[in-house]
């Protein structure tokens, strides 16, 4: 192994084991919805990441909803949110997930939200709950790595384009071609300098947002341009082809916090009642692999909500990724549905992935039953935009 390859493994080794990375979800629920088709019968697997579309996923009630990550500190993050939803009023709760920021978060948390925690949860909160005090950094939104990433963008925003205006008139434009012209004669010109491309190309800075070395590969290895064009091109989709009226994913990375009318589902207070009156019971959360979750608790499951993360397995881990393959084929229900992305155009390192079915090896492709045009027709309109590829896939035993 080359010298800088264990290096950057190591780095990304230590942001995702020592730290909160994901303060918030990157893959479009919305989106997810139309793929899963969920019913009261389904029990769905996802990886936990902040928790917010695990807490989409319930609202449309399915049985249950498995939170399973390998950071303990993003399951820790979504019983926070478990706890807020039973033992905070809205408005308490909105201030907290929604500004990013509460009043007295100390005293909330002691009184309020600490009790109903696991000892895990609660350790680690003990010793971050400030995250959401509002001091030194203004928002919990600019917390944990990759928080710590979108602070230093706003800043950048703030004290050398001086571009926050401009931020402004985008996020509030009553149209596209509004924010086309805004982007083309505003923005572009001071967000995509040849400092800014090469350090969009550091694997350091990528983990800080979560992109591990083999996923910036496989980006590369299908992109022309390499991982800044990708990131440019992908920018560039969402400010001038795509409404940025309900693109809560990018108003929270630019201003650190959501609004109302322009929010994840669960921080709506309609949906909050919803949640508070029993929903919030069907969700568990599992620090383990998901490979360790489905050998240990043998659930039966119908729904897969895989992420990313099999990109990261897609090179020197490629023994895991069969492991965890076989582990989804024996406990996968006959009508089981499976959604992943991918940072690269394709994913045929899961195809040529081999198990055991039926007392013989078998490729996984041959195992699914693809339904890329709905994946391709859903991918388009993805508000996150930062995935090259969307799968949605049927077991076909």
Same mark, same amino acid.
Request: aromatic share 12%.
């Given at each position: 192994?080359? =010298?800088?390859?264990?290096?950057?493994?190591?780095?990304?080794?230590?942001?995702? !084991?020592?730290?909160?990375?994901?303060? %918030?979800?990157?893959? $479009?629920?919305?989106?997810?919805?139309?793929?899963?088709?969920?019913s009261?019968?389904?029990r769905?697997?996802?990886?936990?990441? @902040?928790? +917010?579309?695990?807490?989409?996923?319930?609202?449309?009630?399915?049985?249950?909803? &498995?939170?399973?990550?390998?950071?303990?500190? !993003?399951?820790?993050?979504?019983? =926070?949110?478990?706890?807020?939803i039973?033992?905070?009023?809205?408005?308490?709760?909105?201030?907290m997930?929604?500004?990013?920021?509460? @009043?007295?978060?100390?005293? =909330?948390?002691?009184?309020?939200?600490?009790?109903?925690?696991?000892?895990?949860?609660?350790?680690?909160w003990?010793r971050?709950?400030?995250?959401?005090?509002?001091?030194?950094?203004r928002?919990?939104?600019?917390?944990?790595?990759?928080?710590?990433?979108?602070?230093?963008?706003?800043? /950048?925003?703030?004290?050398?384009?001086? @571009?926050?205006?401009?931020?402004?008139?985008?996020?509030?434009?009553?149209?596209?071609?509004?924010?086309?012209?805004?982007?083309?004669?505003?923005?572009?010109p001071?967000?995509?300098?040849?400092?800014?491309?090469?350090?969009?190309?550091?694997?350091?800075? =990528?983990?800080?947002?979560?992109?591990?070395?083999?996923?910036?590969?496989?980006?590369e290895?299908?992109?022309?341009?390499?991982?800044?064009? &990708?990131?440019?091109?992908?920018?560039?989709?969402?400010?001038?082809?795509?409404?940025?009226?309900?693109?809560?994913?990018?108003?929270? /990375?630019?201003?650190?916090?959501?609004?109302? $009318? +322009? +929010?994840?589902? /669960?921080?709506?207070?309609?949906? &909050?009642e919803?949640?508070?009156?029993?929903?919030?019971?069907?969700?568990?959360?599992?620090?383990?692999?998901?490979?360790?979750?489905?050998?240990? !608790?043998s659930?039966?499951?119908?729904r897969?909500?895989?992420?990313?993360?099999?990109?990261?397995?897609?090179?020197?881990?490629?023994?895991?990724?069969?492991?965890?393959?076989?582990?989804?084929?024996?406990?996968?229900?006959?009508?089981?549905?499976?959604?992943?992305?991918?940072?690269?155009?394709?994913?045929?390192?899961?195809?040529?992935t081999?198990?055991?079915?039926?007392?013989r090896?078998?490729?996984? @492709?041959?195992?699914?039953?693809?339904?890329?045009?709905?994946?391709?027709r859903?991918?388009?309109?993805?508000?996150?935009?930062?995935?090259?590829?969307?799968?949605?896939?049927?077991?076909? %035993?």
């Open positions: 192994m080359k =010298l800088n390859d264990w290096w950057q493994g190591r780095v990304f080794q230590f942001v995702h !084991q020592h730290n909160l990375v994901y303060n %918030t979800c990157w893959e $479009d629920p919305r989106l997810d919805r139309m793929a899963l088709e969920l009261p019968t389904d769905v697997l996802v990886i936990t990441s @902040a928790g +917010c579309n695990a807490l989409d996923y319930v609202l449309q009630e399915p049985e249950h909803v &498995f939170a399973v990550d390998l950071n303990p500190a !993003q399951n820790s993050l979504l019983e =926070l949110k478990l706890a807020a039973r033992g905070l009023e809205y408005d308490d709760f909105f201030a997930f929604g500004r990013g920021r509460v @009043a007295n978060a100390r005293e =909330l948390y002691a009184d309020k939200l600490r009790p109903s925690l696991s000892p895990g949860a609660s350790e680690y003990d971050h709950i400030d995250f959401f005090s509002g001091e030194r950094r928002s919990f939104y600019f917390r944990g790595s990759s928080g710590w990433f979108a602070w230093l963008v706003n800043r /950048y925003i703030d004290r050398v384009a001086r @571009a926050r205006d401009s931020i402004e008139a985008i996020l509030h434009a009553g149209s596209i071609a509004e924010q086309q012209s805004i982007y083309e004669s505003r923005l572009r001071i967000f995509w300098t040849r400092f800014i491309r090469w350090i969009l190309s550091r694997d350091t800075t =990528l983990s800080l947002v979560g992109v591990p070395r083999p996923q910036r590969e496989q980006v290895r299908h992109y022309s341009g390499g991982i800044a064009q &990708f990131v440019e091109d992908s920018i560039e989709t969402v400010f001038t082809r795509l409404s940025l009226q309900d693109n809560y994913f990018w108003r929270v /990375y630019l201003t650190g916090e959501y609004s109302p $009318d +322009c +929010c994840p589902e /669960y921080l709506r207070v309609e949906n &909050f919803r949640l508070r009156g029993g929903l919030v019971d069907r969700i568990s959360t599992h620090t383990a692999s998901v490979t360790q979750f489905l050998t240990e !608790q659930p039966a499951i119908s897969f909500v895989l992420l990313d993360h099999m990109d990261w397995l897609s090179t020197s881990r490629q023994p895991l990724l069969a492991q965890e393959w076989q582990a989804i084929v024996d406990h996968a229900t006959p009508d089981a549905r499976l959604l992943w992305r991918s940072g690269g155009l394709q994913t045929d390192f899961v195809d040529r081999r198990v055991q079915h039926n007392g090896e078998r490729e996984v @492709a041959e195992l699914l039953h693809y339904q890329r045009g709905l994946a391709d859903l991918h388009a309109h993805d508000r996150v935009h930062t995935y090259g590829s969307f799968h949605i896939a049927h077991m076909a %035993t």
